[in-house]
């Protein structure tokens, strides 16, 4: 291998994976991607569970039909096929006030895809549905107008109320933009209601992965990326970047070794970012330094083992319980047990919760909610992620792709879309990062030859 490139990546989650197998489409080749852990993947991994012998994801993750930029990438990669899309992973939220309330897009044009299933959705009274009208005053307003404003700060604005808030708002806020309505942004909500739920009947579907994450994103990746003759090296931290005009950028591994290129794409998390040593005469630091700081949030996610059947159903919300989300992976993927994932977001506050309390907690919910599947919870298996998104904080302006050195670029889900921190974003964004490579090669091929 030698040890310099044409373009390194550093960082091998999806938004460097997207970014590197972008680039080797276009003709590139001449690529290194350097991944600080033993495992391409990053926040979207899978890992064997001893115990069961089953692979786990590190936490579940939905995809939307309108995840347009992650269907290129996974069709790429040859892995589309394992991600489907069902009219029949429709929302299922319980709650103690409404019993059962389901949300099915239908397969009719927009809006009326949407229209006909929130008006029967009982986590709303009649009253609340036709008050989701009120929400049409949202687009009186500029993206950047939204930016300014809470989620709550808007819904208050548009005359939602609190149960509402609560039966409705809450449960998709927190499971698409995993923050407490006073602190996600409404610009990032309404960037999911208007591109995922309410653009199109496709756009609308929910997809899970038949496989583990792994499998689906990083293994195949790294085939692509080998089989393209472009370099992967994972167990490689770098720790400090030299950008000095006139000279070959120069990184500097944890391992000792050194490598060099002419464009680099850091597709990193930015408390990443901020720890990596930076000299440079292009003002590469001070940039990285003075960045919006971004708030970290947490995915709770513990998988359990049960003796039957809980619910058939492929995914269900709890709207007044600590457990919020519960996905049965008997529905999607091949377990070989009954085996159910719960997810809680934004609480960090339950991360100290014990094995034995949350098996407690499950328990309780299911005999609660499903008195007739006197289900028992066997084991439970925790897998928290204290920094599982990068928030920005309402207020604050957009991180772009682009930074003051013309080399370096910025890849990742918390930068360069409009889009809150999802597989989308961040695909969205590597892809970004590669058209601005390719960009400037060309430039500088077209400098060489005049
Ligand atoms: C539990 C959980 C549930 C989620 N659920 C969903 C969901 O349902 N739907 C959805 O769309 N999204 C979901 N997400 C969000 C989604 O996983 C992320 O937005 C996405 O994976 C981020 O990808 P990324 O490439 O930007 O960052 P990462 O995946 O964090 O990749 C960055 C990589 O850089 C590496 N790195 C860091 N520093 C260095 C260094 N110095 N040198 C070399 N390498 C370095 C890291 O090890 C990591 O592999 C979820 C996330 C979690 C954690």
């Known amino acids: 291998m030698t040890s310099h490139f044409d373009t390194i990546v550093v960082g091998g989650g999806c938004a460097g994976l997207s970014c590197a197998t972008a680039l080797i489409e276009s003709g590139q080749n001449n690529i290194l991607l350097l991944e600080k852990k033993s495992f391409l993947g990053g926040r979207t991994h899978s890992y064997l569970d001893q115990k069961s012998g089953e692979m786990l994801d590190n936490g579940q993750h939905l995809f939307l039909g309108a995840y347009h930029e992650t269907k290129v990438f996974l069709d790429r990669i040859s892995s ?248 049965n992976l008997s529905a999607y993927a091949k377990p070989k047990q009954f085996l159910y994932t719960c997810i809680i977001s934004a609480r960090a506050q339950l991360m100290g919760k014990t094995r034995q309390e949350i098996q407690t907690l499950l328990q309780s919910l299911i005999r609660e909610y499903f008195p007739d599947a006197c289900a028992k919870v066997l084991r439970v298996c925790p897998s928290h992620q204290a920094k599982a998104t990068w928030n920005l904080k309402v207020g604050d302006a957009k991180i772009s792709n682009m930074t003051v050195s013309p080399r370096v670029f910025f890849a990742g889900d918390w930068v360069g879309t409009d889009l809150p921190c999802t597989i989308e974003a961040a695909v969205q964004s590597g892809h970004q990062a590669a058209q601005l490579i390719l960009k400037s090669f060309r430039n500088q091929k077209n400098i060489d030859q005049s």
């Open 80 to 327: 589309l096929d394992e991600l489907c899309f069902r009219q029949h992973y429709a929302t299922i939220l319980r709650g103690k006030k409404f019993g059962r309330a389901i949300l099915r897009p239908k397969e009719l044009p927009a809006p009326f895809h949407m229209s006909f299933s929130m008006m029967g959705f009982k986590a709303l009274t009649i009253y609340e549905r036709v008050k989701l009208l009120g929400l049409l005053r949202a687009f009186f307003y500029t993206k950047k107008q939204l930016g300014r404003l809470s989620v709550k700060e808007l819904l208050d604005r548009c005359g939602q109320s609190q149960s509402s808030l609560i039966n409705f708002w809450e449960p998709l806020v927190l499971a698409t933009l995993n923050a407490e309505l006073k602190e996600a942004r409404a610009d990032f909500l309404m960037e999911v209601l208007t591109k995922g739920f309410f653009s199109s009947y496709s756009n609308a579907l929910a997809g899970l992965s038949r496989v583990p994450l792994s499998e689906l994103i990083a293994l195949p990746a790294k085939t692509f990326i080998d089989g393209s003759g472009a370099y992967v090296q994972e167990g490689e931290s770098v720790i400090s970047i030299e950008d000095y005009r006139e000279q070959p950028l120069l990184l500097h591994a944890k391992s000792g070794r050194k490598y060099t290129c002419d464009q680099l794409v850091l597709a990193i998390p930015p408390g990443s970012m901020k720890t990596l040593s930076l000299y440079s005469d292009s003002g590469l630091d001070r940039h990285i330094e003075t960045m919006p700081r971004l708030q970290a949030s947490p995915i709770l996610s513990y998988h359990f083992w049960v003796d039957q059947e809980i619910f058939s159903q492929a995914y269900m919300g709890f709207v007044d319980h600590e457990i919020q989300w519960i996905f």
